[in-house]
């Protein structure tokens, strides 16, 4: 932990403020969610990382997406995603995000979380144990300082395929597009 | 001389701040088990949040935070820090009972500018808490400004360290449990963290705040804790000397508070209110009348 290093916080503080004081949402998508209560309490204490659930998406920015994603959650999930400031992180957690998991064939899940909102790192398994969140923690910290978790920038200029994809599953959607986009790009974006 | 102090004083009330704090988060870290962050945490997160982009609801919303942080500010110059008073000669007490609210008001005018229902629920949870506090903390200043015939924060601070603190001395020992009872509800910590709960109301006023905003939120939160805490020591324990003896007595006082923090739940706002004007209320009054009738 170079947290105490005081020549990387003179060169670059941004980089280093976002690394030791990732707030995450506490967002509850699926059933993952019950990994994170004693991941940020007494027994495995991820305050020490400086990890800590905020209470709106305003105050965060780590997204930390638990478990399946159905359609009704999808919206949610990219409402609220849209709402966090820059720069933002995103971490899909087990294995139904990465590839739809046990319910690759269900009517109403999604399978690959990262056509809709972009994602910076993986947590495999079912369920990952709360270790694993750590884990993903400090690989994170690793992209931060290579400049590698740069999502919300990919958001920003692949956005019209993001768009797409989204309203391609959720029909119209009710909300203005974040970043201009023409009209008739979108069906186009979807279908390449 | 005395110029050096304008700028000094509030500096120092915003590193003890941020130090109480990250304390205030290690210590509870500690008390549950757990290791808990590093001291200098807060820190971070403000540069974190100083550095993160952030959205804006209008022009009342940027003036409010600001307001608020000025009105804290603005009250750190009437409070004296040791030997420290810059603006402490001139208003005294009576300029600080009016400043103080500037603070709540100043986030309640930023905070209604973002129509979030969340915010409309903790701006009146504030303001009601407010109105809460204010009435105790008047009477036991009164009672304060009645014994030693003065309204000078600086005079009463002399007078204490010639014959003795006023929490331990007969008339005003009353009024100094009342504040200390009412402490909690200044410094907006746990029984009494109504305004600011994350878990019902998503942090309150702070709702639509990030970025920038929230930082001078946080910083904002940082002087209250010291204010709160040094107007306590200034009038109850006898102020000191130095800075050093100041600090060290406003650090006990924090982490006294620190521990009813830890073992208390959260109140609901009527159930503070009823509190609030029931029993500090009524021994500052009792106190008041004994320091008038003697």
């Known amino acids: ?192 | 001389m005395q110029f050096i102090y304008f700028i000094v004083s509030p500096l120092l009330a915003l590193i003890i701040g941020l130090f109480f704090l990250g304390l205030f988060r290690k210590i509870m870290a500690r008390i549950q088990w757990r290791y808990g962050p590093p001291i200098t945490q807060p820190i971070i997160d403000i540069i974190r949040l100083f550095s993160q982009k952030s959205v804006s609801h209008g022009h009342l919303f940027n003036l409010g935070i600001v307001l608020s942080l000025t009105g804290s500010l603005v009250v750190l110059m009437f409070i004296p820090f040791g030997k420290m008073h810059p603006l402490s000669n001139s208003g005294g007490l009576l300029v600080i009972i009016y400043l103080m609210l500037l603070a709540p008001l100043g986030i309640a005018l930023s905070g209604g500018e973002a129509a979030n229902p969340n915010i409309s629920i903790g701006i009146s949870r504030e303001l009601i808490l407010a109105l809460g506090y204010e009435v105790p903390l008047l009477l036991i200043m009164l009672a304060v400004m009645t014994h030693y015939h003065t309204i000078s924060i600086v005079r009463i601070v002399a007078l204490q360290q010639e014959s003795g603190e006023a929490l331990f001395s007969l008339p005003l020992v009353l009024s100094g449990i009342a504040y200390i009872l009412i402490l909690p509800a200044i410094l907006g910590i746990r029984p009494f963290d109504i305004v600011k709960a994350p878990q019902e109301i998503s942090s309150g006023p702070l709702v639509e705040y990030g970025g920038a905003y929230l930082a001078l939120a946080e910083i904002q939160h940082a002087l209250t804790l010291v204010i709160g805490i040094s107007l306590f020591v200034n009038l109850f324990l006898g102020g000191a000397k130095n800075v050093l003896i100041f600090f060290l007595k406003i650090l006990v006082v924090f982490i006294l508070g620190l521990f009813i923090n830890a073992a208390l739940p959260r109140m609901r706002i009527e159930q503070a209110i009823k509190y609030l004007w029931r029993w500090p209320t009524l021994i500052a009054f009792i106190g008041l009348i004994i320091v008038v009738l003697k």
């Open chain 1, 1 to 192: 932990m170079d947290r105490n290093k005081l020549i990387k916080w003179l060169k670059s503080p941004s980089k280093m403020g976002h690394k030791y004081s990732l707030h995450a949402v506490y967002f509850c998508t699926g059933c993952g969610i019950i990994e994170v209560p004693p991941s940020i309490t007494a027994r495995w204490d991820a305050e020490r990382f400086g990890v800590l659930p905020a209470a709106t998406p305003r105050q965060a920015n780590l997204f930390l997406i638990t478990g399946y994603v159905s359609l009704k959650t999808l919206k949610a999930i990219i409402r609220t995603y849209e709402q966090m400031p820059d720069p933002k992180f995103t971490v899909a957690f087990g294995s139904c995000p990465i590839n739809g998991g046990m319910y690759w064939d269900s009517y109403n899940t999604i399978k690959h979380l990262d056509k809709y909102i972009p994602i910076d790192g993986w947590i495999a398994g079912c369920m990952p144990r709360p270790e694993a969140i750590f884990i993903a923690v400090t690989h994170l910290w690793q992209l931060i300082d290579k400049d590698m978790a740069e999502g919300y920038k990919k958001y920003r200029q692949n956005y019209k395929y993001y768009r797409a994809n989204q309203e391609l599953v959720l029909g119209k959607l009710s909300w203005p597009p974040l970043f201009p986009v023409e009209e008739n790009g979108l069906k186009e974006a979807a279908k390449g």
